[in-house]
């Protein structure tokens, strides 16, 4: 069912096609009083109705400009341009984005064939010394091979119950490095619930937080879609209580159009 704000708006339009057309027809009966020829009357018809056509796109245009004036400005509250020229976030690399400011409360999803952008906006925030869990496809030791996260805790969506490998070796040494490891879970992609329960104890064992969560595609070959959707949208409902950050990277070619509509509808920004 369509909301108040939409039905308000096809009201308005319809109201006005009403009136456009009540007018037209009475400045026709009008002139058809008194006594134009129908020679006379196509001419002042066409004459008035180029006039009407010429205002109309003028005020379409007019819109346009200010709607397009509006989108930018809010486009520029959540861009911070501090490396001109440096791609940060994309969806090619024709395409860049600079550095997001993330605001209290809001979940980020990004558009990208592989999860690597996703991966710069996590370790910006890790270097702010905010919490951090990371979900991911990627097993945790290469996740840690290729990024400093420290304490940074990993769930590994795996069909493997092998142990999540040996600890890599650190700039902070190899028992700090082990250490580090040793908070790493695994995760079976059938296992939401279980997944739901060790995010949630982050969240709740944590403040200012920052959730990173790569393999949602993963997901959807042992889930349906609707139940990924429940997941999503509850773990989004926590993230915004407790003034934490969601990070999703998604391919959209993974999805039916339908289905990654429904996934941007759930986050609070796309980029």
Not at 104 to 124: A, G, N, Q
Not at 164 to 175: I, R
Not at 201 to 215: K, T
Request: aromatic residues 8%.
């Amino acid at each position: 069912m369509a909301d108040k704000e939409e039905i308000e708006k096809s009201l308005e339009y319809a109201r006005g096609y009403r009136n456009a057309l009540v007018d037209a027809w009475e400045e026709v009966l009008k002139m058809a009083t008194k006594g134009y020829s129908s020679q006379e009357m196509q001419i002042i018809v066409k004459t008035k109705s180029t006039d009407a056509k010429h205002k109309i796109e003028q005020k379409i245009k007019g819109l346009e400009e200010n709607l397009a004036e509006i989108e930018e400005d809010l486009a520029q509250d959540d861009i911070i341009d501090i490396d001109e020229g440096k791609p940060i976030i994309g969806l090619t690399e024709e395409e860049p984005i600079m550095e997001v400011h993330m605001s209290p409360r809001f979940s980020y999803l990004v558009r990208e064939p592989k999860p690597t952008r996703c991966y710069d906006m996590m370790m910006r925030e890790i270097g702010k010394k905010r919490p951090a869990l990371i979900i991911a496809r990627t097993p945790a030791v290469d996740i840690r091979e290729k990024y400093d996260i420290g304490k940074s805790m990993v769930i590994w969506l795996t069909m493997s119950e092998q142990s999540l490998g040996n600890p890599p070796q650190s700039a902070s040494g190899a028992a700090d490095a082990a250490q580090n490891y040793a908070n790493d879970e695994y995760v079976k992609p059938g296992e939401l619930p279980k997944l739901f329960s060790l995010a949630v104890n982050f969240i709740d064992g944590n403040s200012d937080g920052v959730i990173l969560f790569e393999g949602f595609e993963y997901l959807t070959t042992h889930n349906s879609f609707q139940s990924l959707m429940n997941f999503l949208q509850k773990l989004n409902e926590n993230v915004v209580q407790k003034g934490f950050n969601l990070i999703l990277s998604v391919n959209p070619a993974a999805f039916e159009p339908k289905q990654f509509s429904n996934l941007e509808g759930e986050m609070t920004k796309v980029l």
